[in-house]
C-alpha cells in the first residue's frame, strides 16, 4: 500500500509540474513613423522653427564704398538648419523699399540688397520667396553674406530691412 502511495503521489508530482511549467505566448508588432522636420535658427540667438526673421541696418557708406557701388558685409548672419530629410531654405521681405533718405528726396530700393550664401551668386532681395540653399539631413551652419548696391542718386538715409528666412522639407 505504501507503494501505491508513492506511486500516486510521484504522479501528483509529475503533473503538476506538467501544469505549472506550460505557458502560452503572444506576439505584438511595434511599429512607428518618423515625420520628416526641419528647424532653422540663428546662431547665438534663443529660439528655432521653420521660420526666423532679421533685421539689418545699413551701414553708412565710406567715399570708398560709393566709388566701389557696394558695401560687402561677409558672414552677416550665421543660420543654423537641422534637418531627418532633404530641405529648401528660402528668403524674403514683406518691405516695399529700404527707406527714405534724410531729406525724403530718395527712396533706396529692395533690390539694391543682396545676399549669397557660400559664396555663391549674390541675388537681389525681393517680396517673392527666392530659394537661398537647399541641403540634405544633417546640421548646417550657413553664413549668409550681404552686399549693398550704391548708384549715382544715393543720398545718406536710415536705411534698413527685415528677411524672412524659412526652411521646408521636400
Not at 511549467?21 to 535658427?41: G, N, Q
Not at 558672414?75 to 529648401?88: E, G, H, P, Y
Not at 521681405?93 to 530718395?106: E, F, I, T, V
Amino acid at each position: 500500500m505504501v507503494k501505491v502511495g508513492v506511486g500516486i503521489a510521484l504522479l501528483l508530482i509529475i503533473f503538476s509540474s506538467l501544469a505549472f511549467s506550460a505557458s502560452d505566448s503572444a506576439t505584438t508588432t511595434v511599429s512607428w513613423s518618423v515625420l520628416p522636420f526641419a528647424t532653422l535658427s540663428i546662431a547665438g540667438e534663443e529660439g528655432s522653427g521653420d521660420a526666423v526673421v532679421s533685421t539689418f541696418a545699413l551701414p553708412q557708406p565710406s567715399a570708398a564704398d560709393l566709388n566701389r557701388g557696394y558695401i560687402e558685409v561677409e558672414r552677416a548672419l550665421t543660420l543654423i538648419a537641422v534637418s531627418n530629410t532633404n530641405w529648401r531654405l528660402t528668403v524674403r521681405s514683406d518691405d516695399p523699399d529700404l527707406g527714405r533718405s534724410y531729406d525724403g528726396s530718395y527712396v533706396k530700393p529692395l533690390g539694391d540688397f543682396q545676399l549669397r550664401t557660400a559664396g555663391g551668386e549674390y541675388r537681389s532681395i525681393s517680396n517673392g520667396e527666392q530659394v537661398l540653399m537647399t541641403g540634405r539631413h544633417g546640421r548646417y551652419e550657413l553664413g549668409i553674406d550681404y552686399r549693398i548696391r550704391f548708384h549715382s542718386g544715393y543720398r545718406p538715409g536710415d536705411y534698413r530691412v527685415t528677411l524672412i528666412y524659412t526652411i521646408t522639407t521636400d
